[in-house]
DNA sequence: AACAGTCTCAACCGCCTCGAG
DNA sequence: TCTCGAGGCGGTTGAGACTGT
């Protein structure tokens, strides 16, 4: 059955909103508020179709949306989402205060997407891709150079004094002095396209994104069983959750903690994605109780060093492939232990 | 300086979902 | 229960900006 498309393009404007059409759309739904899409070109004065309205609003010209290059707790939350929910931009978006599901979409699709095949990773699994150069051309020098500039870039990011775009690996690996790149706009100085290029060179953006490869496969995994339901019917969570999903799910919610008002942004809205899916009074599960194993379980979390657990990668059930040499104490957050395996 | 290739992202398209009648 | 329409969503496109030669 086909639908009537929603505007009959009979002298509606295609393409780029100009400033005058911003303005009266702005105009109106300051006045009138949101809502009734279909009416709201005629009653504005703008010869557009509702939908196009909508989507220029939502996406452009909505007061409170954050605009601008993505920073790097954001792209994480955006890469493990991702590797939970799949191409659910809405649900990402919901997660990130601010940013638009277009916007995510469009940046996973022009930078993580393609940083991740670089890196060995498939995007759409969070899995490696048959040839993984990535660990075979690392070199732990690269790592100890490497570790100093991603603390200092993290603390900018942190204090947002710098620009998203200059990610601890980018400037470190283009080897710009420290500040010289972190107040530009990329878009702006047209040095966007040589700083994605440095990135893609760099071998502890390898390491890291493997490590947030690994990280999202896990957590990926977990929300995913959790939202089918099959996490339920399949893990033994009575009387708590049992060590092996501490094990698998190799995600610590302290990791969060540098998200500040984000994580906890984010924690709510996978507790409320999670029980979108399934009962989670009836089933007797308690998301409290599973943010509290995970927080208990620091110390537990294990990496190979020089690469990455392949097995936690490759089944997403990481239980069998522990290095207990190299434990991770004291993790202070999600960022700074990324930062600290460089060592 | 000119051209070709590449990248980015705003905007569009078509399908889906959900609520009202 | 069914139909219809508004709004939402994800995939795709293409103009403009940028880079390399």
């Known amino acids: 059955m086909s639908r009537k498309p929603c505007c009959v393009g009979e002298g509606l404007k295609k393409g780029a909103w100009t400033t005058e059409e911003d303005k009266k759309l702005i105009s109106y739904i ?10 709201i070109p005629q009653k504005a004065g703008l010869k557009r179709c509702g939908k196009s309205c909508r989507l220029r609003w939502a996406n452009y010209l909505k ?3 954050k605009r601008g290059e993505f920073n790097y707790e954001e792209e994480q939350i955006i890469i493990m989402l991702h590797a939970s929910r799949g191409n659910k931009w809405s649900v990402i978006a919901r997660h990130l205060p ?14 993580l997407k393609k940083r ?12 490696p891709l048959a040839s993984n150069p990535s660990p075979a051309t690392l070199k732990s020098s690269d790592y100890q150079d490497n570790s100093s500039k991603l603390r200092n870039s993290e603390e900018q990011l942190r204090s947002g004094s710098t620009s998203p775009k200059s990610l601890p ?5 283009c080897n710009l002095p420290e500040g010289s790149s972190s107040d530009e706009t990329p878009k702006n100085d047209g040095s966007l396209s040589s700083k994605k290029r440095c990135f893609k060179g760099s071998s502890s953006t390898s390491k890291l994104l493997n490590k947030v490869a690994t990280r999202a496969s896990s957590i990926g ?3 995913a069983e959790s939202m089918e339901g ?3 019917s399949s893990t033994t969570l009575s009387p708590s959750l049992n060590d092996d999903f501490s094990e698998t799910c190799q995600f610590q919610m302290d990791e969060f903690d540098p998200f500040s008002e984000s994580s906890e942004h984010t924690i709510d809205h996978m507790k409320e994605d999670i029980s979108m899916n399934f009962d989670l009074n009836n089933s007797g599960y308690d998301f409290s109780q599973f943010l509290e194993q995970f927080s208990n379980n620091e110390g537990e979390e294990t990496e190979n060093i020089g690469g990455y657990n392949q097995d936690l990668l490759m089944s997403g059930v990481s239980s ?3 290095d207990e040499d190299n434990l991770i104490p004291n993790t202070t957050g999600w960022s700074s232990y990324l930062v600290d395996d460089f060592i």
């Open 30 to 39: 300051h006045e009138h508020g949101e809502g009734g899409w279909r009416d």
């Open 63 to 65: 007061p409170d949306i």
């Open 98 to 111: 601010k940013r638009t599901d277009n916007e995510i979409k469009n940046y996973w699709n022009t930078h």
């Open 116 to 127: 991740l095949i670089d890196q060995g990773i498939d995007p759409v699994t969070h899995k």
């Open 169 to 173: 690996p980018s400037s470190s690996c």
């Open 221 to 223: 995994n977990v929300l």
């Open 230 to 232: 099959t996490f339920i």
């Open 320 to 322: 069998t492939s522990v």
